[in-house]
Structure formats: C-alpha cells, structure tokens
C-alpha cells in the first residue's frame, strides 16, 4: 500500500512477546486441525473409508519413510523441480535482460509474450505425452514453460525499473555494457527476480507434480495417483501431507533466499526493523 | 502515424512467428507436427455447434462457478480473519500448508469425497484450489490497512457495512486482486486437469481424447483453442481489473508525482 502504515507501537520485547504469541496461536491451530480429522472419522461424522484418523495418516506417513520406493519417488520430484527451475531461471534471466535492455527487442516482443504467457502449461500435456511419453522430459518440458513466464515477465519489470539518470551517468563514466548490467541493471532487477523466483518455485511443483499425477512421470504425484486407485486411502493422504510440506519448504526456503540476497534493499531492512 | 508504429510493432512478430511455422511446417511428413495449413483446416469442423455447447461451453461454466465460489468464499473469510490479529495467527500457518499443497493432488482427494463423474467433484476442486491465493492475498491486504484510517471511520460513525466496503475491502483491493489473478491461472490449469480423470466430456477431455486416437491436427486445434481462451481470460481479468482499480492507480500516480 502506498498510504504509510503507522509503525506498531510499544517496546521492542512487547513485540517479540506478540510475535512468540502469535506462534503459540498459530501451532495452536495446526494441532485442532489435526485435532479435527482424528476425531470426525472416530466419531463416525465423515466415513473413515474417505477421511481416515490422521494417526492412521500419520502412523501410514511414518512407514512410508522406512520405505526405499517412497525416497526413489521424492528424489524424483525433486530432481525434475529443481532441474526445471535452474532452467527457467538460467533462459528467463538470460533472454529478460536481453530483450529488458534493448528498446527494439522490447517493444516487437512485448505483444507475443503477453499473448503467450497466459497459455496454460497443461494444454502442452497432450503434445509432451506424444513426443516423451512418462519419461521426466515429459514433466521438465511443462515445468520450464510454466515457470519461464514467470521469471522473463519479472526480469523484465525490474530492466524497466533502472534509473534513468544511473543508467546515464554509467554510460557517461563510459561503462562498458557489461559493466552497466552488472553494477546497474541487475541490481535494479534483483528484487524483482527473486520476486519471480518464488513465484516460478512454487509453479514448477504444482507442474511437476500434475505431470507426475496426470502423464505417470516417476515421483511422488504418481504414487498419489497409484495409490488412490488402489483404494490405499491411508496411503494417498500421507503422501498428499508430504507433498504439502513440500510445498511450504519451497516457499520457505524462497523467501529465506529473498531475504539473503536483498539484505542490502530497502524493502527488506524496513521489514526487519 | 504513432498508433501504426505501435500496431506495426506489435503485429509484426506474431505475423513473423505464423509465417514461419506455416512454410517450415508445410511439407511436413511427421506425424506429430502436421502442416499448419492442415491444423487451420480441420480447426473449424473440429469445433462445431456440439463440441461448443457440450464441451467448451461446459467446461467454462465449471471454471466460472469454482472460481466465483473461491472468490467470495475467499474473500469473506480473507476479512473475517485478516480483521483479528488472533484469529490471524490462529489460521495462517493451517492456511499456509493448505496453500502450499499443490492443488493437483486434491482431485485424488476429492474423487475419494464425491467420485469423479459428475460436474459438482469438478467445480469444487476448482474451488478449493482457486481459494487459498485469494484468501492469504486478502489477510495481507487487510492486515496491511492504515489502522488511523480504520480508527477515523469508526469515529465519524460509518456503519460497520460502509466501513467494510469503503475502508477494508478498499483499501485491501489491489492485494485482492493479485491473489485472483493468481487464482484465475490455478482456475484454467484444474479445468483442464478435472477433466483428464475418468471418461468425461470437455475441453481437456476432447483435448485427450484426440492424442489418444492420435488425431493429431485436431489434438493441435485443442491446444490452439486452449491458448486462445487463456489469453481471452486474462485481457478479460485485466479490464475487470483496470475498472476496478482505476482509484488506486491514480493515487499510485500521485504518489510518484509528489
């Protein structure tokens, strides 16, 4: 918001008093959910052939880790994410910078980005099924076109973003190109990438799992799929629980990175303060 | 002169990008990449009056209702919990997990719940999976209010109604707009992923349907049409969006200004 927020009041260790507060809160709630979906399958409100106890769940999860084909299977949706996400990052950095930089390029590509990137991924599940069948291509090929957009279309609004004036005083002091992108551009646009970081994080899992649940891609969205048709209904919500957890140590980690790589940015210091 | 340069500038690429794929793919043998003379061809009896009404029309309407449902829902309860600092911390790490899960994996959970036949498994789990982003991006956005302007309505008495309307859902607007936006593209990739379970009717399914009895041309309309619908949802999202926002982005502008 653009309307300054009143800093909060009250001492330093009243906040940090809150903040612990807010945490108890906050484990307070994840435990009556769990609280919840042990009791309404006991209680027989939902049938426990569809929402099974969560010990049930949770006794299900943990025999699953003694298990060699669960860690085949969450390497393998690991490996396809990452390996997609350095990917999308490497050509969306490389090709934002590029087509960010120069005025031309901008301005012919601006209307077949904007065109191409709200395609959604999944319409490629047909094409990529035809030409990989279920073999992690498959699955690499949706998560980078998914993630791609992502980073070009922010890697793009942070070239925007450089000063004018910088940009010309570096070009006065006769700056190399080089130069410019690196002490100027990029700095300029790092925020914004991280921005598109986190968002491209959490796209590539959501694609690689749908490839992995949909295609048969080997990873932990096949043994979900697997395992639901097999009626292993413990099964289905443990692995459903691991891949959420998944999910929050992405976005975690995301902003973790986020905050290290722009300790120096205004953004983030007032944050801390 | 200058809006030809801008239309020339903006043509010119995808005109590039079309021609090149008509001739490269003109005489093309493969099976996967069939002419785009021949895709162009089959593109108009592939989708006649009854694939339109009995499966893009529905499949549409299913996104429409699941989204409209994760918007209010999500909206509703963004308030109710972003107003609460303890209820805030009460919900936000459950929510944050249930964010965090990707939303594919609901459709084996909800085909345990409601089996995978009819239109209600799939309008939920497009519900279900469009509401965290709007939801999350809604406490935020309430959170993030100016509380001397909260405390000001509430001391010339603005009714709790118009305090609502005027001051929370407002002020929190632009954040609630890019959790919707969000929202609308975890919207179009469930319509399609709803559809791929089960023998259905739909867009995705036709899409399928056509790779599996390797009808390729028309496999290839399917993913054209796709596209274009994507597109057309986001140019829509976007105008919804400029109308409703137009007073903040004239305060942005001011802001800068200063």
């Not at chain 1, 891609?217 to 459903?240: C, D, F, M, N, R």
Request: charged fraction near 15%; include cysteine.
């Amino acid at each position: 918001m653009t309307v300054a927020t009143v800093p909060v009041a009250g001492t330093r260790t009243e906040r940090v008093a809150g903040r612990g507060r807010d945490a108890t809160l906050g484990v307070l709630g994840l435990l009556v959910v769990v609280g919840l979906v042990e009791a309404l399958p006991r209680l027989g409100i939902v049938n426990d052939r569809y929402l099974p106890p969560a010990s049930a769940m949770f006794t299900e999860l943990a025999g699953q880790l003694g298990e060699a084909a669960f860690w085949t299977a969450l390497g393998d949706t690991l490996r396809g994410w990452a390996l997609g996400l350095a990917v999308a990052m490497a050509a969306g950095i490389v090709l934002g910078v590029l087509i960010g930089s120069v005025g031309i390029l901008r301005d012919l590509t601006a209307s077949t980005i904007e065109f191409l990137r709200p395609i959604p991924s999944v319409a490629l599940i047909p094409l990529v099924v035809l030409l990989y069948g279920s073999r992690p291509t498959s699955a690499l090929v949706l998560v980078v076109y998914a993630a791609f957009w992502q980073i070009l279309v922010q890697v793009l609004y942070g070239v925007a973003d450089v000063d004018p004036v910088v940009r010309d005083t570096a070009r006065s002091y006769r700056f190399s190109r080089l130069a410019i992108i690196r002490t100027v551009v990029w700095p300029t646009a790092l925020p914004y990438v991280m921005t598109g970081f986190r968002l491209a994080a959490s796209v590539a899992l959501i694609l690689e799992i749908t490839a992995e649940l949909i295609i048969g891609v080997p990873g932990l969205g096949k043994s979900i799929g697997v395992a639901q048709s097999s009626g292993a209904v413990e099964k289905t919500y443990a692995l459903v629980i691991v891949v959420g957890i998944i999910g929050v140590a992405v976005n975690l980690l995301a902003r973790a990175l986020e905050r290290r790589t722009l300790r120096w940015h205004v953004s983030v210091r007032r944050e801390a303060r | 002169m200058r809006l030809l340069t801008t239309l020339a500038y903006a043509l010119a690429l995808p005109i590039v990008l079309v021609v090149v794929w008509w001739f490269a793919s003109a005489g093309s043998e493969s099976v996967f990449w069939p002419p785009l003379s021949k895709i162009v061809g089959v593109f108009g009896e592939t989708w006649n009056a009854d694939r339109w009404t009995g499966d893009v029309l529905p499949s549409l309407a299913r996104l429409a209702v699941g989204y409209l449902v994760a918007l209010v829902l999500g909206v509703l309860l963004g308030v109710l919990i972003g107003l609460h600092r303890p209820v805030r911390a009460f919900c936000e790490p459950t929510l944050e997990f249930f964010r965090a899960v990707p939303p594919p994996v609901l459709v084996p959970v909800i085909a345990l719940f409601l089996g995978y036949t009819g239109d209600t498994s799939k309008v939920v789990t497009i519900a279900v999976g469009c509401v965290w982003p709007i939801l999350l991006n809604t406490v935020e956005g309430v959170r993030g209010l100016d509380e001397v302007m909260l405390d000001t309505a509430r001391c010339y008495r603005l009714s709790a109604w118009t305090r609502l309307r005027q001051v929370v859902l407002r002020g929190a607007s632009p954040q609630i707009a890019a959790g919707a936006r969000q929202a609308l593209s975890i919207g179009v990739i469930l319509m399609v992923i709803s559809e791929l379970f089960g023998a259905n009717r739909g867009l995705g399914a036709s899409i399928v349907q056509f790779q599996r009895s390797f009808a390729i041309p028309q496999m290839w309309t399917g993913i054209i049409l796709l596209g274009i619908l994507g597109f057309l949802l986001s140019v829509l999202f976007r105008l919804v969006e400029h109308y409703a926002l137009a007073w903040y982005r004239g305060l942005r502008q001011a802001d800068r200004g200063a």
